[in-house]
């Protein structure tokens, strides 16, 4: 009997420890070995190609109590694209798309948190090969906090978003009839304290 109240004791105290980390202003570190971002963009009108980006860092300002105080800023690093084909991923890397040699990085900063019917959206803005545009990202999250391996407090969110690659001059010289002018992507993220 003593053992099933340690039990619930030590639940609820988690549980709670974990609401605690979001009833005030927080901030977290993205921890890039559990985040990636996805995309995929239709070929041809026939066939969707799917690929990933990692190595993304970053931080998150959460305050719970008013999302418009919270913040997200983030990077991308653009060499570590990956569609599962070698001659297509070395395309992607040149000048003709992400430009690698020259902007290494993608990068993410918010100008507004806001939640509407329970839903969560950002608003930031995207450097993408050197130009930058304004994106919203809808956001499932954040997961209520707990306790990681490693003793530290982590959480995760999860967004997606579209691009137009015309608004970023990204693949220019590929026409809409070969790849979608569409570029959807979801990342997902887990940061810790």
């Not at 719970?64 to 990956?82: H, M």
């Amino acid at each position: 009997m003593n053992r099933r109240i340690f039990s619930a004791t030590l639940a609820a105290a988690l549980l709670l420890t974990g609401v605690r980390a979001f009833a005030q202003p927080s901030t977290w570190t993205i921890d890039p070995a559990h985040s990636q971002s996805d995309f995929q963009v239709r070929h041809m009108g026939i066939s969707n190609v799917r690929g990933s980006i990692s190595g993304i860092k970053g931080t998150i300002v959460w305050d719970d109590a008013d999302v418009s105080k919270s913040s997200v800023e983030a990077t991308l690093d653009a060499n570590t694209v990956n569609t599962t084909v070698d001659a297509r991923d070395k395309h992607l890397k040149s000048a003709d798309f992400f430009n690698v040699a020259q902007y290494p990085t993608i990068t993410f900063k918010s100008t507004a948190v806001t939640r509407a019917n329970g839903k969560l959206q950002v608003i930031g803005n995207l450097t993408l090969a050197g130009v930058t545009k304004q994106v919203t990202l809808d956001v499932d999250g954040p997961v209520p906090p707990q306790k990681g391996m490693g003793g530290k407090m982590v959480t995760g969110f999860s967004a997606t978003g579209v691009i137009s690659r015309s608004q970023f001059n990204f693949g220019s010289k590929f026409p809409s009839a070969m790849l979608s002018d569409e570029v959807k992507f979801t990342l997902d993220v887990e940061a810790n304290q």
